[in-house]
């Protein structure tokens, strides 16, 4: 047996652990089963009972801080390419923890337990190859995966925007209801939207008034998603990276997918290189843009306020300038070529 196949865990391997009908079951077995086989993905997962938590509300959206400890490792890990090089891959599968076990997807992806959650069921979802956090390629993906785990938000973190394993291409997951966007997005779209684009497969829209500035995409067409994508993602800032710095959040429901893309302008707010008591170690990735800001040390969580968050979301999103700039961009292209 080789070493993936050693990696996998079967249904019926699961089934003692809940139902195991498709792949969302699945996953949701998978997360009792490594918690009680697995020391530590059950005190981590046990300590999110008692995670203090604030609300921040700011009118029609809200900013839920979560402190956190056990994601010191994401919000402060070094993610430059000497740093990279001089680790061990975590998500390699040589590398894995003995006890950790999966669910393969496709042959090409393993569903792991995360075991340093957010969310109540946190998944951490590894390409098989060891091949670098780059998106376009692995979109469609992202959707088929999503279809599903339908239980499940995905998202994903671009090599330069909270990935703290930007060599390995991964995608991670938590169960659907838990991010304040998902319950304020119809608000968002249908008072605070300008639509880029619509025709009969697709709509994408434009949302400024949110602290975040971020393009939705809807619907149920996964060809149509992808080449719509892949025109937004072209445009996107380059800034000298390998990929534009963007975060993907997809969700899909009802038979629709709804894809939510947030540009970058930079990995870490300013806060994050202070020293003394200016200092917060924030290292904003998809779960902050999509509502919950995770502080992992109990003095940032207690000196944090409505004007640092504002400061810090300011700070690492793009700018109304550049977004601007982009979204029209965006709204020309698709209009001139085979999607109008």
Known sequence: MNLVNQ??????????????????????ALV??????????????????????????????KIVVQHNPGRIRSSAAKTDAKSIAERPCFLCYENLPAV???????????????????????LTIPHRSHTPQRIQ??????????????GFTLFYNGPKCGASAPDHFHFQAGNTGFLPIEEEFELLENQFADII?????????????????????????????TAVFNVIFELLPA???????????????????????????????????????????????????????ILPRNEDFRKITQNTLNEIFDEVTLSKYD????????KDNLKSNMYY
């Open 323 to 330: 977004f601007k700039h982009w979204t029209e961009n965006v």
């Open 32 to 61: 009792k089963q490594q918690q009680k086989k697995w020391d530590l993905a059950r005190k981590n997962y046990q300590a999110l009972t008692g995670m203090q938590t604030k609300k921040f509300n700011f009118g029609h959206f």
């Open 239 to 293: 800034k000298g990276e390998p990929e534009p710095m963007l975060n993907i959040l997809c969700n899909y429901q009802q038979n629709e997918w709804r894809v939510v893309i947030f540009p970058r302008e930079k990995q870490r707010p300013s806060h994050f290189f202070e020293t003394g008591e200016k200092q917060i170690v924030v290292s904003p990735a998809s779960v902050e843009l999509c509502g919950v800001l």
């Open 137 to 150: 390629n692995f979109f469609p993906d992202m959707l088929k995966l999503n279809r599903d785990l339908s």
């Open 100 to 122: 950790q076990k999966g669910i393969s997807f496709q042959e090409n992806y393993l569903i792991l337990v995360n075991p340093f959650p957010i969310f109540p069921v946190h």
């Open 7 to 28: 990696k996998i865990i079967t249904a019926q391997e699961l089934s003692g652990f809940g139902l195991v009908e498709n792949l969302n079951d699945q996953a949701i």
């Open 197 to 225: 684009f619509r025709n009969s497969k697709i709509t994408v829209v434009a949302v400024e008034n949110y602290l975040r500035r971020f393009v939705s995409l809807r619907s149920s067409d996964l060809e149509e998603l």
